[in-house]
């Protein structure tokens, strides 16, 4: 069967003569100013061929973008038969439109510039609207969109009129995938959009009738942190509300946003990019950004101050899998979650009297413990019979404070106590399996044929105050870390330190040969580097990855956007 969305991806130069010359606008004059998702990749003739070394392939940068569009990128490689690549910038828009219903939902644009490959991109065009037509597996008409052609495309609903559809939902057409598609062009960029009205937008940015994206100052926010970059994915919060409205039909996430604003401060953008470099190449930098140009605010303003002088616990092995440091200023925290702790004793206080036990009230509980906490913060990943634990150190500088409150609230929180090494030790149960309702997982184990128990197995966690941090970690875990008492020498952890400088707030590695990849594919050789810092507007963080770790990990395009 012909694949609709590579198809009609072709179609994008139905309208235009072959070997129409790449002159004119710029992708950034063309993209409209009401997208609120942007994947951006620049020199498709020049990264396309290397990507294909890095995470998986395209199906690697199509996984970051909305199934459709994914598809459709997919579509735009040469696993479409005959159907060359764009040679210029490529790049998706997913923005707000209105359906018949008056229901605000996703739609997308995709734009591609093929430039001297517009000739053999037309052979494939006349070809494949001849099968599909011959199959009648679309139908097609003109439309007229500000004097120019655009040709609609009208996709087959998901089930024939004869299949069997489960009740309540109806032949409608499969998730992701749009009942049209408009396909038009603009000198050398050529369109699809899955709404006639990203088309309409295209054409009005093009002529000047509408602000472009790049004159927002929230995309010039994001995309002004990154230096150059090949590729880049840029998330605006402006309309993600409207967006996100056909998911969130109760309108739960508009009634919350004041309140997750007070937390964890304004976010008018997010953005992340890479560089794809050469076959000769030894690391890919990638980076990420949060957009906060009105400051932080609530939990992130508790992240603003570096701890140069941080040194590692002697708990942390040096051969760990992973690790991680943060300075988070522990103290804030109860006045910053405060709005939240207001909203959950209002719901506890509903749930009826007995509903918090004899525990004290959240607030208080939360503050005292705050009140013993310093900065530092270390995580610490590492092999413990055949699978990755975690190990959390927070700085305390109260222990005996803090380690009073425990004993004092154990009953109550459910904490049993035990000596271990001249170390009091406060041990929490958790049972997965007993948290779920009707019994757990039912069926599950008829179908991996394993045991419930294996599947999610019991965890005891531990608390313990020592050499002044409070460690956390599951049970064998936190007591082989007590029983290490000198720092051993990482080369590797120096080196992730270095890669961090001195104002960074937060920085690690992880040891790719450790970690599980997909379908236990292995994650790849050598160690990525990451470092967090703050910024006048928020946040960036830098990762530097080895090159081989894409090549080491194959995602089968099934795995990411499966299409028919």
């Known amino acids: 069967m012909i694949d609709v969305l590579a198809l009609s991806t072709g179609l994008l130069i139905a309208a235009a003569p072959a070997g129409a010359p790449v002159t004119g606008d710029t992708l950034d004059a063309l993209v409209p100013n009401s997208t609120v998702i942007l994947l951006q990749l620049d020199d498709a003739g020049r990264t396309l061929p290397r990507l294909d070394g890095f995470w998986g392939g395209m199906e690697g940068f199509a996984a970051m973008g909305p199934q459709a569009a994914g598809d459709a990128l997919e579509a735009l490689t040469d696993k479409a038969e005959g159907l060359p690549r764009p040679t210029g910038d490529l790049a998706v828009a997913i923005f707000p439109v209105i359906d018949d219903v008056g229901m605000s939902e996703p739609g997308f644009v995709l734009f591609a510039d093929y430039g001297d490959q517009a ?36 996709l087959p609903a998901s089930a024939p009129p004869d299949a069997v559809v489960e009740p309540g939902f109806g032949n409608m057409p499969a998730p992701g995938q749009p009942e049209h598609l408009f396909v038009g062009r603009h000198e050398g960029f050529f369109v699809l959009s899955s709404d006639i009205s990203g088309i309409d937008q295209v054409y009005a940015t093009a002529d000047g009738e509408r602000p472009a994206l790049h004159t927002r100052d929230d995309f010039r926010g994001v995309t002004g942190a990154f230096d150059d970059s090949d590729a880049r994915v840029v998330v605006l919060m402006r309309d993600m509300t409207r967006l996100t409205a056909s998911m969130d039909p109760m309108g739960m996430t508009a009634m919350l946003g004041p309140m997750i604003r007070q937390v964890i401060g304004r976010v008018d953008g997010l953005g992340m990019a890479m560089d794809v470099p050469g076959d000769d190449a030894t690391s890919i930098t990638q980076s990420a950004v949060v957009y906060m140009p009105g400051g932080k605010a609530g939990l992130t303003a508790l992240l603003d101050t570096p701890a140069p002088d941080a040194t590692v616990p002697a708990f942390v092995a040096s051969d760990a899998a992973a690790y991680s440091f943060l300075s988070f200023e522990w103290g804030g925290v109860p006045r910053a979650l405060q709005p939240m702790m207001q909203m959950l004793q209002m719901f506890m206080m509903q749930a009826g009297p007995g509903a918090n036990g004899a525990a004290p009230p959240i607030p208080d509980m939360l503050a005292e413990v705050c009140s013993t906490l310093g900065q530092e913060v270390h995580i610490a990943q590492q092999q413990h019979e055949g699978r990755l634990t975690q190990l959390f150190a927070v700085e305390c500088t109260k222990p005996g404070a803090l380690e009073h409150f425990l004993g004092a609230t154990a009953e109550a929180t459910g904490l049993k106590t035990r000596e271990f090494q001249g170390h009091r030790m406060f041990i929490r149960e958790f049972d997965p399996l007993g948290m779920m309702p009707m019994g757990g997982l039912a069926g599950m184990d008829d179908m991996n044929e394993m045991d419930e128990a294996e599947l999610m197995p019991a965890i005891s966690t531990a608390f313990v105050i020592h050499d002044g941090y409070m460690l956390i970690g599951e049970v064998p875990v936190v007591e082989s870390a007590l029983g290490m008492v000198k720092t051993q020498p990482s080369p590797t952890r120096d080196r992730a330190r270095r890669f961090a400088g001195a104002d960074a707030i937060g ?15 292995s994650a790849g050789s050598g160690t990525s580097l990451w470092a967090l810092h703050a910024t006048d507007t928020g946040f960036r ?7 081989n770790v894409a090549r080491a990990v194959e995602v089968e395009p099934a795995q990411v956007h499966p299409s028919e």
Not at 507 to 521: H, I, K, N, Q, T
């Open 119 to 154: 000739a053999q991109t037309q052979a494939w065009i006349e070809r494949t609207i001849a099968d599909g037509v011959a199959a009648g597996e679309f139908t097609a008409k003109e439309k007229q969109v500000r004097d120019r052609v655009v040709l609609q495309i009208d």
């Open 507 to 521: 920085w690690g590695y992880v040891d790719l040969s450790a970690m599980p990849g997909p379908a236990g594919v």
């Open 541 to 547: 963080v830098d990762v530097e990855t080895p090159s």
